[in-house]
């Protein structure tokens, strides 16, 4: 792997690369509270992309966990299956694969392309870039898997079929929902107009993103805790106030705000653009606020209109499937990509195995059930 030369003219995303090393190195306790990873660079067709590197670290956030992902993140999930009798077959099945994915040594893994957020916008690398990529890392990894998450096949079809083709294996590993620029046709549905009717009309005041001072990143990271950490899971990534200042500061990370009369925070969105594709990473609301404020409606709502205005693709992640779903949201099967032919005999047959066995069940799991 190759840091930056200091001749280079930084780009956003290089610049992103080496402040977050920066960042994770000085940070205390951390940039990411349940993040512990040894972050780096490297340049792919003139890009700065970010590659995290682990070993075990069980209880690490999935974003830099394949275990966590699979087992941790799973076992919080299976309260969202409506079948009991379902419920108690996974919690067997997570148990069973719990040691064997230990033994197959699952975190000891190269991640390309992680940039740390649920959601990894990547590039359609073309084939010599894979094949060069893959056989660099695999000689200089001997012992690491090389992964790649939020791959699918809707906005990286090329891109997944140049990794199969190299060796790469994939690992369904949720449902998302994507807006993309060329069907609008999502813009004129009922729901996503009267969404904007209450954006329009809400006793509410919206920050722009030149609008939040430092002591606003203090509330942003209480709503996003009271919605993903609290209400959701432990295993997603836990921002610290002063990590979220810093993307701002950077301007990696537009935040849209919704003020009280008091002028105190309620709700708060992060859009992060790549590749022309607009995630939001960091989504919270004050949960203990009434529903009809409407808080998560007016975050969507925002995010809505800023992908329909600036003419792009939205990947709105997994969860909430209905509410995404009634506003045009077009849901696909995501994929992490596995290269694990370079690894020791009984590392590369357990995760091969577990790959064949996730591709015969999961995706239909997945759509069924909108996990």
Same mark, same amino acid.
């Given at each position: 792997?190759?840091?930056?030369?200091?001749?280079?003219?930084?780009?956003?995303?290089?610049?992103?690369?080496?402040? #977050?090393?920066?960042?994770?190195?000085?940070?205390?306790?951390?940039?990411?509270?349940?993040?512990?990873?040894?972050?780096?660079?490297?340049?792919?067709?003139?890009?700065? #992309?970010?590659?995290?590197?682990?070993?075990?670290?069980?209880?690490?956030?999935?974003?830099?966990?394949?275990?966590?992902?699979?087992?941790?993140?799973?076992?919080?999930?299976?309260?969202?299956?409506?079948?009991?009798?379902?419920?108690?077959?996974?919690?067997?099945?997570?148990?069973?694969?719990?040691?064997?994915?230990?033994?197959?040594?699952?975190?000891?893994?190269?991640?390309?392309?992680?940039?740390?957020?649920?959601?990894?916008?990547?590039?359609?690398?073309?084939?010599?870039? #894979?094949?060069?990529?893959?056989?660099?890392?695999?000689?200089?990894?001997?012992?690491?898997?090389?992964?790649?998450?939020?791959?699918?096949?809707?906005?990286?079809?090329?891109?997944?079929?140049?990794?199969?083709?190299?060796?790469?294996?994939?690992?369904?590993?949720?449902?998302?929902?994507?807006?993309?620029?060329?069907?609008?046709?999502?813009?004129?549905?009922?729901?996503?107009?009267?969404?904007?009717?209450?954006?329009?009309?809400?006793?509410?005041?919206?920050?722009?993103?030149?609008?939040?001072?430092?002591?606003?990143?203090?509330?942003?990271?209480?709503?996003?805790?009271?919605?993903?950490?609290?209400?959701?899971?432990?295993?997603?990534?836990?921002?610290?106030?002063?990590?979220?200042?810093?993307?701002?500061?950077?301007?990696?990370?537009?935040?849209?705000?919704?003020?009280?009369?008091?002028?105190?925070?309620?709700?708060?969105?992060?859009?992060?653009?790549?590749?022309?594709?607009?995630?939001?990473?960091?989504?919270?609301?004050?949960?203990?606020?009434?529903?009809?404020?409407?808080?998560?409606?007016?975050?969507?709502?925002?995010?809505?209109?800023?992908?329909?205005?600036?003419?792009?693709?939205?990947?709105?992640?997994?969860?909430?499937?209905?509410?995404?779903?009634?506003?045009?949201?077009?849901?696909?099967?995501?994929?992490?990509?596995?290269? #694990?032919?370079?690894?020791?005999?009984?590392?590369?047959?357990?995760?091969?195995?577990?790959?064949?066995?996730?591709?015969?069940?999961?995706?239909?799991?997945?759509?069924?059930?909108?996990?």
């Amino acid at each position: 792997m190759s840091t930056f030369p200091p001749e280079m003219a930084w780009s956003t995303t290089q610049k992103y690369v080496m402040e #977050v090393n920066a960042m994770q190195q000085h940070a205390s306790p951390g940039a990411i509270r349940n993040v512990q990873t040894e972050l780096e660079s490297m340049l792919i067709e003139n890009q700065a #992309v970010p590659v995290t590197r682990n070993e075990t670290e069980y209880d690490n956030s999935y974003v830099c966990s394949p275990y966590t992902a699979y087992i941790r993140y799973a076992r919080d999930e299976l309260g969202l299956l409506k079948s009991p009798k379902l419920q108690r077959f996974f919690k067997g099945v997570i148990w069973l694969a719990d040691g064997l994915l230990q033994l197959g040594k699952i975190n000891q893994t190269i991640s390309i392309n992680n940039w740390m957020f649920s959601t990894n916008p990547i590039p359609n690398w073309q084939e010599n870039t #894979v094949c060069e990529l893959t056989q660099k890392l695999a000689h200089s990894n001997p012992q690491h898997s090389l992964s790649i998450r939020s791959l699918n096949r809707e906005t990286n079809k090329e891109l997944m079929q140049h990794l199969t083709s190299n060796g790469w294996i994939l690992l369904p590993a949720r449902q998302v929902y994507l807006f993309m620029k060329d069907d609008p046709t999502w813009w004129r549905r009922n729901n996503v107009k009267n969404d904007q009717r209450l954006l329009r009309n809400t006793n509410l005041k919206l920050l722009e993103p030149y609008q939040h001072r430092s002591s606003d990143f203090f509330e942003i990271e209480r709503c996003f805790n009271q919605l993903f950490i609290e209400k959701h899971s432990t295993y997603n990534p836990q921002f610290t106030a002063d990590y979220l200042e810093f993307l701002h500061r950077q301007q990696l990370v537009e935040f849209f705000s919704f003020q009280d009369e008091t002028g105190r925070i309620v709700g708060s969105i992060g859009l992060f653009t790549l590749h022309g594709i607009i995630t939001a990473p960091i989504v919270g609301y004050d949960t203990r606020l009434p529903k009809s404020l409407g808080l998560y409606r007016l975050l969507m709502a925002v995010l809505l209109k800023q992908t329909h205005e600036r003419k792009l693709s939205l990947n709105l992640s997994s969860g909430a499937g209905h509410f995404k779903r009634q506003r045009g949201g077009r849901p696909v099967v995501e994929y992490t990509a596995l290269y #694990v032919k370079h690894l020791p005999c009984t590392q590369r047959f357990i995760q091969t195995m577990f790959a064949k066995l996730l591709n015969r069940y999961a995706p239909d799991l997945l759509q069924k059930h909108e996990l």
